[in-house]
């Protein structure tokens, strides 16, 4: 199970909340206890529904062997929690696992979680970071029948694996439902392996949908509040009619236990996936080649967009399927295949759902004026390739001292020379600008994380190549009364991004 102990970091109101809870919960007693009940506000009971999925559930035990000289094997489930002295003893006494034998190189590390069977010729379903870098994949069924797994596909980016036993008889299984269906405050189960008990039932509700937890591209969890703990990963998480309308992942804890916050991926992210797993045993997902960036109010203001909405492209992918189509740095992308991209973060799921070599029209805002620009998409995981061959080695820094220049909002600007190049370890991909060479303390600059050794491009999307043109640039802007001066900046590796400064 994927921990957020940090709870202050993850979500900066959560600590404030939860000081708030024990208050809160006295107030409400009282309040709920005039509420009208009805017999349709909750089940009787959830038995024949566990009754009816728990056979297609499973244990999933994956072990990795690897070599140790200096100590003794044993299992261990998630390492790294303030619980592992507990898990190990815990599953020592209920399995074999390790060598136990100081004098051996080698050891074994088991780490359990939960999965469900949607074919019963024998496919399995379960998390990717359940059974990551390991050697050998045991599926557990509740009648205790144990069978060897071989991992069909897995994708790290939606944290999903497909596995496949082979079995003499038709496995119970279960279906997918429809996650966009789900509403806040709807009854959910999930079933699963936590601390490696066996199977469990909890119950709970819908509390949240759309949750973005920055654990990959494509986060759109499902949260909800019925009890997920470490091993329920992998697991499903049920709707009232027996359908999988998630797969439990993750949960948000400051001590590793359920504290009635955990998310699950929703069924309507993973089918496609699975789907491209089991016909191809990985996936093909559509690639559009921009690297964009959120909006927010000063951007949004200075761009002339009149609201926040859409996604910022702060670069293309040379030869990339954008580039070729005409999209510029700085564009806005404001609608994808005829859907409307809200925030930034809709975008890379949009195109990835999209098939690859799909003529797709791309609604981009350009100084003001609206553009549809047909792109015929790409694949992600080609792109992905050529980024990674094209990566280069940053090479050492000399220590150089760069000329002084001239100095705008805060900040010391000089010329892209070799002297700069040399001091910063710029990388040649970066071709143009203005180099920062100094920043003050108290400067808006600093104030937006501006660093020396960043690469002033362009502002208000003009490019810039000498120190005099970003200062001719900021007083012009000054002089027509502008509030705000839209930056394009680069980090010496030559990532780009925009920065709203106010002058």
């Known amino acids: 199970m994927i921990l957020f102990r940090q709870v202050a970091s993850a979500f900066p109101r959560a600590r404030r909340i939860l000081a708030a809870g024990a208050m809160s919960s006295l107030l409400l007693w009282g309040f709920a206890e005039a509420l009208p009940a009805s017999a349709g506000d909750r089940p009787d009971s959830f038995a024949d529904l566990a009754a009816s999925v728990s056979d297609a559930v499973v244990n999933i035990s994956a072990t990795q062997t690897y070599e140790d000289k200096d100590s003794a094997g044993g299992p261990n489930v998630d390492p790294g929690t303030p619980f592992d002295n507990l898990f190990d003893e815990f599953l020592r006494r209920h399995q074999q696992g390790g060598d136990g034998d100081a004098g051996r190189h080698t050891r074994s590390s088991n780490s359990l979680g939960s999965g469900f069977v949607i074919d019963s010729s024998g496919i399995i379903i379960t998390n990717n970071h359940v059974i990551a870098d390991s050697n050998e994949v045991t599926v557990i069924f509740t009648d205790g029948t144990k069978l060897k797994a071989q991992v069909i596909g897995k994708d790290t980016k939606v944290d999903v694996a497909v596995l496949k036993v082979n079995t003499d008889h038709p496995l119970k299984a279960v279906k997918f439902g429809d996650s966009d269906k789900m509403r806040v405050g709807d009854w959910v189960i999930a079933v699963g392996n936590p601390f490696g008990l066996g199977g469990s039932v909890t119950a709970g509700i819908v509390s949240a949908r759309h949750r973005d937890i920055d654990s990959g591209p494509y986060d759109n969890f499902i949260q909800t509040d019925a009890a997920i703990n470490k091993g329920n990963s ?60 959120s909006i927010d109010d000063l951007i949004a203001e200075s761009l002339d967009l009149g609201k926040v909405r859409g996604a910022l492209v702060a670069g293309t992918d040379a030869g990339g399927p954008a580039a070729e189509a005409g999209i510029e ?118 104030q937006k994380n501006i660093l020396p050794g960043e690469v002033i491009l362009e502002v208000n999307q003009d490019p810039v190549r000498a120190p005099a043109d970003v200062a001719r640039k900021m007083r012009a802007l000054k002089g027509a009364g502008k509030k705000l001066a839209l930056l394009l900046v680069s980090t010496p590796q030559g990532e780009v991004r925009f920065v709203a400064i106010n002058l």
């Open 234 to 293: 992998g697991g499903p998480l049920f709707d009232m009619d027996g359908e999988v309308i998630g797969i439990n992942t993750a949960i948000l804890s400051p001590s590793g236990g359920s504290i009635g916050i955990g998310f699950a991926t929703p069924s309507d992210t993973v089918i496609p996936v699975i789907d491209q797993l089991r016909k191809f045993g990985e996936t093909r997902r559509g690639w559009l080649g921009v690297r964009i960036q």
């Open 329 to 446: 740095t700085g564009d806005v992308i404001v609608k994808f295949d005829g859907v409307d991209v809200a925030e930034s973060h809709d975008l890379p799921k949009l195109v990835a759902s999209t098939p690859v070599g799909k003529d797709v029209a791309i609604v981009v805002v350009r100084k003001g004026q609206e553009l549809t620009k047909t792109v015929k998409l790409g694949r992600l995981e080609d792109g992905e390739q050529k980024a990674s061959l094209a990566a280069g080695d940053l090479g050492e820094s000399r220590k150089l001292v760069a000329p002084p220049g001239e100095k705008a909002l805060g900040m010391a600007l000089s010329s892209l020379d070799e002297t700069s190049r040399l001091k910063y370890a710029i990388k040649d991909s970066v071709t143009a600008g203005v180099v920062v060479t100094g920043v003050d303390s108290n400067s808006p600059a600093a």
